[in-house]
């Protein structure tokens, strides 16, 4: 064990033969340099040749027997008793308590007079309110230092009475200050009640007269509108008149009115199927990838459609139109296609293919869709027919769609025709197709997903989201 013996030097004072174990930290040598100098070992600066002792190791310094060490540092010098020993409030008797506090004597103890003494003693506390006491005439004031005075206050105010205050004394005087305080307040209140009379009386002669002028210009207003009035009924009487003289003329002139809204309905269902025909023989593409802007569209198209419907023979003849739709809303999506085909009924068989064989629809990992082309009113008014769509399909009741704009199926081998969604209703609740009814006509039931139908006959569609005659989505979605 490395184990020293070395001199320690302390001022004047030197000391030979100190143990120095070097295992152990510094501070325990410190330690032991404390027991024999009395300086702190916080105090203690211990040098030796090639550096400083620390508190903690003993670094790069080399001990030897035999050797010197330098401290610094003084000892403190311990703390002398004090001569007077404090005392604490604690400990001290009541006499002493006021003798220290300097506590003048307070009201004579009658066993409920506590609050009313700590009220004085309170009052004297407050340098501020003794000096204003002081400077107090209570001969000629009425305000609350008059409740101090005449019970021996004098004392109070010097502090040298010997007993306690006479509580009857005390108690007239406050009674005395009392009632002429509440005199003084009633004089008040009084003066302030005339005040306010007088204010409300003004007031209510002004709003009288306000009140006056309002009925007047009311009045000449009432005059008025009732001339005007007077002059409408007397224009009416004179309408009515001469439309009873002019009835008979009136009747051909509603028969041509109602021949012409007639001719006008017909003429929008004729323009409507007109332009739903220029539109028969078009598709509509969705999803389909854009590839090279160098390679031709309709070559893309028509090798697709080699390969999902190779029956069919396609040819370049039987593409008349390829091209992309504007942009929508998502720019990172695929442009929609329009595809027109040169003959309908290769169209249709197109459409009945991938009805039957959804999987056609898949390139990759990506899911076309395929749609009839249609006018906008065609597409509303299909819109607008979807919860009579809706119920057929949970009654499992196959339908197609008309033209130009109406719907037909068959129920228990009679053909049906609806062109009217409050007259579709009616007649699905009279044939029983909907049940349950709710306060809207329709089935309480909540509309799933997972239904569907099969198209049926010519112009049949397969669209279920928007039921306008998409391929490619199987199952019903609804909307809440």
Not at 19 to 48: I, W
Not at 355 to 368: A, D, I, Q, S, V
Not at 442 to 455: H, I, L, Q, S, T
């Amino acid at each position: 064990m490395p184990l020293f013996t070395v001199n320690v030097k302390w001022g004047k004072e030197k000391f030979d033969g100190v143990e120095l174990n070097t295992d152990e930290p510094p501070m325990v040598f410190k330690a032991q340099l404390f027991a024999l100098t009395g300086v702190q070992p916080d105090r203690q600066k211990v040098m030796v040749k090639g550096g400083t002792v620390k508190d903690d190791d003993w670094g790069n310094i080399k001990i030897k027997n035999g050797m010197t060490l330098l401290m610094m540092g003084s000892a403190e010098a311990l703390p002398e008793e004090p001569v007077a020993r404090p005392v604490f409030v604690e400990d001290m008797t009541e006499e002493q308590l006021a003798s220290a506090m300097e506590l003048p004597c307070g009201l004579t103890n009658l066993g409920n007079t506590c609050y009313m003494n700590a009220t004085v003693q309170c009052i004297r506390s407050v340098p501020e309110l003794k000096e204003a006491l002081k400077r107090t005439s209570v001969l000629n004031t009425t305000t609350p230092g008059t409740l101090l005075s005449g019970a021996g206050i004098s004392e109070v105010r010097r502090g040298e009475q010997q007993h306690g205050l006479d509580n009857e004394q005390l108690l007239h005087q406050i009674t005395t200050t009392m009632m002429q305080l509440n005199e003084k307040k009633r004089e008040e209140r009084k003066r302030e009640f005339q005040t306010l009379r007088l204010e409300v009386q003004t007031s209510s002669r002004e709003l009288k007269e306000q009140l006056e002028t309002e009925r007047k210009r009311a009045d000449e207003k009432f005059q008025i509108l009732q001339g005007k009035l007077q002059t409408l009924q007397e224009k009416i009487q004179t309408i009515e008149s001469d439309v009873g003289n002019n009835k008979s003329e009136q009747e051909p002139l509603k028969k041509k009115f109602s021949e012409r809204e007639i001719n006008l309905l017909d003429f929008d269902r004729k323009f409507i199927y007109m332009e739903d025909n220029l539109r028969r023989n078009n598709i509509i593409s969705r999803n389909f990838p854009e590839g090279n802007a160098k390679i031709d569209l309709k070559t893309e198209i028509l090798k697709w459609l080699q390969k999902v419907t190779p029956v069919l023979n396609w040819e370049e003849v039987d593409l008349e139109q390829v091209h992309r739709l504007p942009a929508g809303r998502n720019r990172m999506a695929p442009r929609n296609i329009i595809v027109q085909i040169l003959q309908f009924a290769k169209k249709e068989a197109l459409m009945n293919i991938l009805r039957k064989n959804p999987g056609n629809l898949e390139m990759g990992t990506t899911k076309l869709e395929v749609y009839n082309d249609y006018c906008t009113e065609t597409k509303n008014w299909r819109l607008s027919m979807k919860p009579i769509t809706i119920q057929l399909m949970k009654a499992g009741v196959s339908y197609s769609w008309g033209y130009p704009t109406f719907l037909k199926f068959q129920w228990r081998g009679k053909k049906y025709r609806i062109d009217d969604l409050d007259k579709g209703v009616r007649l699905l609740k009279e044939l029983g197709i909907i049940k349950g009814q709710n306060k809207d006509g329709f089935g309480n039931e909540k509309e799933g997903a997972g239904e569907g139908r099969k198209p049926d006959g010519e112009g049949a569609e397969g669209e279920i989201e928007v039921l306008l005659g998409a391929v490619g989505r199987i199952e019903l979605r609804e909307e809440n």
